[in-house]
């Protein structure tokens, strides 16, 4: 297999080359900084049959498959409302940030980081997106003027079954790593490592959950492990990892039809970017 670490523009071309080759292929986010090219990824993943797995590592994190856990048991109910906020301050100060100051670089401030969050709330919801609307600016401090994207957007999702979300991408903020998550159900709600659930008698108030949060930028106690043990798991059943091109291509559309809504000023459907 092929492990793709490199800057965002390079994904799609490396990607297709160890595609090519017959190689399999664990890749950074985001796979791609445009649906075009993305949906040129996935025709040639699927052609070559070629197994995948996107680092959205969150999905790993002990109190995601927690929250999946309880919603799976219809402990919170019929959920209704999701949100997923993620604030970091991304900015000249780190390395990486030298190729990211341009859109056709760093893509957005979904696509540069945000993303996480937009994915693990679709990956909770288990629900398709219908409808975004995205508004955004940037942090007035003058150490972000080199930015020629909004680097603070609010997204707004209607998911087909009705359900509403909201994913906040902030990631000019002058503040310590936050990372949100929030599930409201018809008898009950999750939040982060809090739980309560009016199916269980006797709760008198939030219960705590003994679990991992996603709590710190320091992505060195993200769960990789977790993730590449799946990954290996699923290449010798011969399966595709839950995490593959296909589910991470579901959440990049949504990312793009939030970036154009942004862009455009209006509610974009899910329908408008078509393959």
Same mark, same amino acid.
């Given at each position: ?54 680092? @959205? #590592? ?13 919603? %799976?048991? =219809?402990?919170? &109910?019929? +959920? ?63 150490? @972000? #003027? ?13 998911? %087909?079954? =009705?359900?509403? &979300?909201? +994913? ?8 310590p790593y936050v990372f949100n998550v929030n599930i409201v159900g018809s008898d009950g709600s999750v939040k982060n490592d809090q739980f309560y659930s009016k199916k269980i008698e006797g709760l ?16 060195s106690d993200h769960p990789y492990v977790e993730q590449f043990a799946h990954f290996a798991e699923c290449l010798d059943k011969g399966i595709e990892a839950e995490n593959n091109l296909e589910s ?6 949504? +990312? ?20």
């Open positions: 297999m092929v492990d793709i670490c490199t800057p965002h523009f390079l994904h799609l071309e490396q990607t297709i080359a160890a595609s090519n080759a017959g190689k399999h292929v664990i890749l950074e986010k985001p796979i791609t900084l445009n649906f075009e090219d993305s949906v040129k990824m996935l025709k040639i993943v699927r052609k070559n049959k070629t197994r995948t797995s996107i680092c @959205f #590592e969150v999905r790993f994190m002990s109190a995601v498959q927690t929250i999946r856990s309880i919603m %799976k048991q =219809g402990l919170i &109910g019929d +959920v209704y409302y999701g949100e997923a906020d993620y604030f970091h301050g991304i900015g000249p100060w780190y390395a990486n940030q030298k190729w990211e100051f341009q859109k056709k670089n760093g893509g957005s401030s979904l696509l540069r980081a945000g993303c996480h969050a937009l994915d693990l709330l679709l990956y909770v919801m288990g629900e398709k997106v219908e409808e975004v609307f995205t508004y955004g600016n940037t942090n007035p401090n003058p150490i @972000f #003027e080199k930015y020629d994207y909004p680097l603070n957007t609010v997204t707004v999702m209607k998911f %087909k079954n =009705g359900a509403v &979300g909201k +994913v906040s991408s902030v990631t000019d903020c002058m503040q008198k108030g939030w219960s705590k959950l003994d679990v991992n949060l996603i709590d710190s930028g320091d992505v991470a291509f579901e959440s990049h559309r949504v +990312v793009f039809a939030a970036d154009m809504s942004a862009e455009l000023g209006r509610p974009v459907k899910l329908d408008e970017l078509q393959f």
